[in-house]
């Protein structure tokens, strides 16, 4: 039984979508999606499904809807791609708006489901593929779209004007030189080794997390620098939802200004899903194997700097704490142990989630849930119980988030569930908890 | 390339600057920039909190400046700089600030001649542009990207003319963008529009054009081209050509468009990236003749080797018979001339100079974090703390290198015979 | 009756079994080299590797959280596997026709097999008629193929043991058995062999692309 109270949510982008779609229409879009090459693999799949539902016990949608069968992986793909490969497309405008919300909010594409079939079937994929397919008709939830939107028209997730970016950087710089005096943030230094991308909501909403990282790169002694021009939002949610014309796009935009400045690698902030955008679909997209320069997550660089000693962490947490692994740098980068590393290094009081690493549950807010906004908060608070359980269990006071839509998803389950527990990111606890130079603070 | 025949190319090196002296003086010393003809390096320096000032060859500019930044010499190598001055901002342009004073101020551009100076303004809450201090009549809701034409006479820019709402994806999809060229916005909207591109002689603003949620073209001077494409990538004009040309996506291949008709016989998988022999006869793009492959087509024939990582935009030698980009392969980066690739690889290495005729292909490269300069795939033994692309003389047989050493800033011309 | 299912019945369904595999097999490669993604990711190290560890009893999380599930159905394929090839009474068919000396195993242990594949193969189809998740997304038809499995074994079964009359079961044995293999290639019962392929590619996918374990 699909959750009553979810049918009955209004989106108004599926809503007016679908009033005006004709089935003629649905038929020729489906018909053209699944006769592309990609469409071939899913095909194997459906084959190849033995329709055992092991999959329905890695889904943190079924386990947290008290194991509603509606909510297994296979049973979403069932209600959705198959009957469009089944009936060759002809299907009605109600069956895509109810297509939309499976593929939309009850699906991240966190891939966890693909690690418990004994075929290790891509259903993250072919959930994606419908995303595809209603974005093609112009069923998606409002809220993700606009995002898309502002992808379009600005290049960036949140409608960033040009000028809001130039002086954030600006006005970060002076509060961080507060900090740490003599500090910069080099703005377009070509040939500088490493290149800092963000996504929107940092100078929109959490501005100082850019102060802290220009702490900590001038710290580390790191030749940086930040683009003051289109290409430093490395955020893609055109990827999901479905406008892969925009994915592309955006991310061309992100990887040319690396190119143009010439840097080495690219640095991104803590987020998971810009890093996927990134590092695998945007490339696919283009035309690349792999991103023409290194992207190396903040993870990563925390690590890569604490291990050569090029900052010292001279305050170490005692309380109890946990960590959530971001499905898109752990099942979908393996950076799991280097997270463990950094996390040691902070705080001395560590206590796990089970199942961790690779086999942690999503957070519920990746994979675009969370952008399509308002109207679907409480399906997506119901989907996630069992990470609220997982936090609970650890009793600890602190959740380590290492990427934005786990932040924000973990606040809303914390929140919702009313656990005693904050979150913070890695960034916010180096900062504090790190060695300034002599002179500089206490 | 006759600017370069006033400069001075008498052989020999000279020290214009000293980055040392201004380190010592100075709480801090921003990343230079030279002038295209070497003789002048300008630099931000702080002298205090809220001191900022710039240094032109060791000598400050006048203004008190509250911040500095940006510092862009043009073609014709005057030098700018977005300052702040009494919380309000302007361009300075060899060290004269705009009459006028704007909220806000990014993104200086020149048209090719350099004798045009363009900025983007903030004004109150609008936006718009600023051709040489001078604001354009109307302000837009925003203003994202524009261009100049060559002589900098008319100016493209895309604007929203169309108020928006928060999360009102309607409206948006009904089209709230629009192309302002000199300050007129077009009559037609659009959902989206990327890279205006103006035309050799001033007449044609062509733009790549969102028509529908997934329908993109080519629009010029307000009309789209007839077909649509799945996406499109950013036009440009052939010199002494029409229309223009542009990649364009069908199915899931890209294909070279020339006024909305296929020019080239190929299908590939990625195309982008067009440049023009200076003459305009030759074409040659960027383009990926498989998946994970990049590499250089010339009109139509892409060269035989690929490379993984990433082919930068290409280059016509001055008489249009070579192409050389740069290219990474296995996070090395080098250059290729003709298909023939450089023998020797680099940390980074930047866009390769080509003279006329045979001569010798230059690039600026980077190892070890220290710079250099190849030349035919061989870097040279002189290391630099920095280094600016080199330039050859008009006739081939000179480089003007321009690069800081021992924190000294030299200027140094040599007979292209003598690099090796 | 007999002469005909043990002649050119079983031709029939060995030729449309190999026969669908290979069409099965060019199909897939086909629609593999289709995406041009596909095989730049896949590299033989991360291939095996996830093969591996989904091969291995208990190898991957997902067996070792349904213990009783994972044993039964390892058991249950190992068996079904393993039975055809070397019951007695197959072996001495192969002697009989085609001169093959084989190996085969003692008729108390295959008969134990037997029983082992019949029951998980009930329990199996129970699972599916009983538990919520997988009943959801079963059809008859998927109910009816774990049958079309289950048939030579149970015919097997009655016919070693000679309960009923053996001419009737052998021919019904022959027949299930030659339905068994027509099956394969046409529906899911192919994962026998797709396996391999998806597990390959997500191992790779995981492994080389993503730095990460699929198990």
Redesign the interface.
Known sequence: MADLADMQVVD??LE?AVAGLSEERIQEVIGSVLS???A??L???L????????C???CHT?VSRD?D??F?P??KV?DTLAVMLKKKGRVDAEFMKNAARVAFVECGGCRRC?????????IATMIMTVRRICS?L?VVP??I??TT?SH???SNQMWV???DW??TL?WQEEDAQLELP?L?I????E?ADVLYSVIAPEPKVMAQLIANMAVVMNVAGIDWTMS???GWDNSNMAMFSG?L?IM??IE?VHWERA?EL?V?RMVMGECGHAYRGAV?DGP?W????GP???MIHAVELYYDILREGRIEIVDKLTEPVTIQDPCNI??????HEKLRYVVAALCDNVVEMS?NH??NYCCAAGGGVINC?PPWKLSRLKSIKVKAQQLGRTGASLCITPCHNCHHGIEDIIGHYQLHMRTSFILELLVKQMKMPEGVRG | MTRSASWSWETGSRTLADLGELRAVH??V??PAVSPDGERLGVVVVRGDGAFAVAENGELWEPELE?A??LRYTPDGRLTALVRIDDMWTVAVDGEPWQRRF??V??TGFSADGRVIAA?V?EGME?TLCVDGQLWDRSFL?L??YALSADGRRAAALV?VEELA?????K??QG??SVAVDGEPWEQRF??L?SPAISPDGEMVAVQA?TD??E?TIAVNGVPWESRF??VWEPSFRPGGAGPLAPA?VG?TWRLMEEGEQLWATSF??L?HLRFSPAGERAAAVV?PE??R?TVAVDDRPWGCTF???V?PPVFSPDGKRVAATV?HR?RWTVAVDGQVWEESF??A?MPVLGPGRGPVLAKV?RGGE?GLAVDGRLLSQRYELLWDPVLSPEGDKVLLRGVQGGKYVRRVVPTGELR | MYDFVRGPLVWIALLVFVSGLLLRLVW?VK??R?????L?AMTLRHSLR?IAH?LIPFG???MR??PFFSAMSYAFHLCLLLLPVTVMAHSVEWQQSWGIRWWSLPPRVADGMTLLVILAGVLFLLR?VM????????TPL?LLILLIVLGPFATGFLAYHQWVDYQTIIVLHIVSGALWLITIPFT?L??MF??F???A???S??GA???????
């Open positions: 108004k982008g007016k592309q090459a990609v071939g693999r095909k194997l799949y084959q190849t499904c033995v329709h055992c539902g092991l329905a016990e890695a079924y194991k069968p509606d297994a296979v049973a069932k693909s690690m418990y079939c004994p075929f290790g079937i891509d093609l112009g409002q809220y779209q606009d939107n379009s028209a600005t004007q040009p000028d130039i002086d600006i003599g910069r080099p703005l377009d230094k040939g003051s021009a289109d406008d014309e592309g796009r061309r190119l010439r080495k695998y696919k283009l035309g690349w194997q023409p320069l290194p752990v099942r979908g980068s393996g950076l199942p690779e086999h906004g | 709480r801090e921003h990343e911040r930044w940006h909220p806000f990014w993104n983007q903030k936006y925003s994202r990207s929203q928060e999360a009102d994806t309607e948006f999809a709230t963008w959902i989206g990327w969102r949620r997934f993109y799945a996406c996506r899931s998988v990625q982008w990926a998946w994970g990049f993984g990582d990433a930068l990474g996070r940390d980074m930047w980077q710079y | 897939m629609t593999v289709r995406d041009p993604t596909v730049p996830s989904w991957s999380r997902s959280t349904r599916r538990s919520a998740e997988v009943r959801n997304v079963n998927d899911w192919q994962h797709m396996f392929f998806s597990r590619f997500m191992g996918e995981f692309v993503r730095n990460a374990r699929d198990w």
